[in-house]
């Protein structure tokens, strides 16, 4: 459901929508009424989650459909875009391979920009070989237009970055792929927060992470 196509009908999406609400609040990787979601439909319009509803109990009319200017195209009476609605729209406007968006809290991920700690990208082999570096914005505050200016340097370069002490945000051609890029992030967080509680924490070696960072521009950049 969540590896889906350019051609999926709305409705299709708008299920692949709440699965993936699912999973991300079961998983802890959203919280409370935190985050939100979008896809772009195949006419171009984005679809998304709304304000104030926790992303663990969405149905499928729950969703709103804006274009990219953030025009209302038709939404559930009371229903309201999300507050980061634009920094969504930002990533599909410099973006046009991306077909979703996922704006996540995860736990691990997260305390280390509070911490101010760089992502550890040297310490597991598959995050430098499947996704590369994660980098971390600037403070932005959010629901405001800051938002969309932070994430900007890093839009054509990168599939994954850490909002400062603001969460995550990942894009992908489909859902999957942005779910599968936040699941990686926050699984080699916690276990870097676990190896600094145990003591050292090593690392993969320079001549290594240059082996696999040529494995990735052979066979898995975008």
Not at 74 to 79: A, H, L, Q, V
Not at 134 to 144: C, I, L, M
Not at 188 to 211: D, F, P, T
């Amino acid at each position: 459901m969540l590896n889906f196509s350019a051609t999926i009908n709305e409705s299709d999406l708008r299920l692949a929508i709440v699965e993936c609400g699912r999973i991300a609040y079961e998983r802890h990787l959203m919280t409370s009424n935190d985050g939100n979601i979008s896809v772009r439909m195949e006419n171009g319009h984005i679809l998304i989650t709304p304000s104030g509803i926790s992303k663990g109990r969405l149905s499928p009319d729950d969703m709103l459909i804006v274009d990219l200017d953030g025009n209302i195209i038709s939404s559930k009476p009371g229903r309201k875009p999300s507050s980061e609605t634009p920094m969504h729209l930002e990533v599909y406007k410099h973006r046009e391979d991306v077909r979703a968006v996922v704006h996540a809290h995860p736990i691990f991920a997260t305390t280390l920009t509070v911490a101010d700690l760089e992502f550890p990208v040297d310490v597991l082999p598959e995050v430098l070989l499947t996704l590369g570096d994660v980098p971390t914005t600037k403070y932005a505050t959010p629901a405001s237009h800051e938002d969309a200016e932070v994430i900007r340097p890093f839009l054509k370069t990168h599939n994954a970055m850490l909002l400062r002490q603001h969460g995550s945000l990942t894009y992908g051609k489909n859902l999957d792929e942005a779910l599968v890029h936040l699941e990686r992030i926050e699984h080699v967080s916690e276990i870097y927060w676990r190896a600094k509680m145990l003591g050292e924490v090593k690392r993969v070696s320079s001549e290594a992470q240059a082996k696999l960072i040529a494995l990735r521009e052979k066979y898995f950049k975008r």
